[in-house]
């Protein structure tokens, strides 16, 4: 039998243009997650779900491979299951439903789809569904799922809807930020001098994201104390706004590169970065307010919604608790809102 091992989703890389995904398919690649990338070309090069999508599907195809190994017949002919595969399958399908379920998409339309292209039997669809425990529906339909359902709303389950990333990303996700903030303690007055040009900076990127220059430095405070080399050992995440190793890489750098820079060197890759989110989230032509800045860093593929996480999300909640202001066993874009309002810079103290 093949290592097993060799088969490996990882992190989802999600390219901004067709020849970068080309190049990403290989393997499955938050905060300025969910949504995981490379290089971004330039304005026209820009997210899809339909790129998030094609990764996946590449992905499941793998995972529907590979089920086919986790039963074997031994030499008198009975049935038996390999410990092994079945070890990888359970990881790596998990890891597949938090990245599919952070982007929006729903993973059972796409082995849906993969069942309706592969002409699979009712025997073999059961079989699938029974290996990787998933439920596929007899035809497949949409593999998007809607960014603002009603009731869901009101309460999330965990990773049942859109997240990232994307992770900062989440794009990272992405999914949604599931790293906890490395500045707990805010303020505004973060033990960092800046120069004016940083601030000068701050105030034109607002302008072409369409936000509060004021929200988008208490956001930056918040993440990182205004801290250009910011690094937060559980996960690697980095800079002003906390990029995320995936998410660096999907904006054509690394988080070592961004520690090298400059903080208004870095301020590039922040509207890069907000560019990019803001289209894939839906916020394209909208002005930002500070609750929307803040979502689109913790959690972008949730970033419209009232509430992004709950108490019931296990980590993605738990690690980032401190934001639940009211303590009601929700992160709301209220208690984002409230979160920004307490670390709005005093400008008099950090820019020279």
Do not use: W
């Amino acid at each position: 039998m093949p290592e097993v091992s060799n088969v490996n989703i990882g992190k989802i890389n999600m390219p901004t243009s067709t020849s970068s995904m080309q190049n990403a398919l290989g393997g499955l690649g938050n905060n300025a997650s969910l949504f995981g990338n490379d290089l971004i070309g330039g304005t026209e090069d820009t997210y899809t779900s339909d790129t998030m999508k094609t990764q996946l599907k590449t992905k499941a195809q793998s995972l529907v491979s590979l089920s086919k190994k986790l039963k074997t017949k031994d030499a008198d002919g009975n049935e038996k299951t390999s410990p092994t595969v079945k070890k990888s399958i359970e990881k790596q399908m998990k890891m597949l439903k938090e990245q599919a379920e952070a982007a929006g998409i729903d993973l059972n339309a796409i082995f849906a789809e993969i069942a309706d292209e592969s002409h699979m039997t009712r025997k073999q669809r059961k079989e699938l569904q029974s290996n990787l425990k998933v439920s596929i529906p007899k035809k497949s339909g949409s593999t998007e799922t809607s960014s603002n359902t009603s009731s869901s709303n009101k309460k999330l389950n965990p990773f049942g809807m859109s997240n990232g990333g994307f992770g900062n990303l989440s794009m990272q996700g992405t999914q949604g930020n599931y790293q906890p903030t490395l500045n707990p303690s805010y303020g505004n007055s973060p033990n960092t001098k800046l120069d004016k040009a940083f601030l000068d900076k701050t105030k034109d990127i607002s302008q072409r994201i369409g936000c509060d220059y004021k929200d988008l430095l208490a956001v930056m405070n918040s993440e990182s104390g205004l801290k250009s080399t910011a690094r937060n050992p559980k996960g690697g995440a980095t800079g002003l706004i906390q990029f995320m190793p995936a998410t660096a890489k999907m904006l054509g750098t690394t988080t070592d590169e961004l520690r090298r820079m400059s903080p208004t060197q870095q301020l590039d890759y922040v509207e890069k970065f907000f560019n990019m989110v803001k289209k894939s989230a839906g916020f394209e032509g909208k002005r930002l307010s500070g609750a929307d800045l803040y979502a689109l860093v913790f959690m972008p593929g949730r970033a419209k919604r009232d509430i992004l996480t709950s108490a019931s999300d296990g980590k993605t909640y738990s690690y980032n608790k401190g934001l639940d202001k009211d303590g009601d066993g929700h992160i709301s874009k209220a208690d984002l809102q409230r979160r920004v309002a307490a670390c709005y810079v005093d400008e008099s103290r950090v820019f020279a």
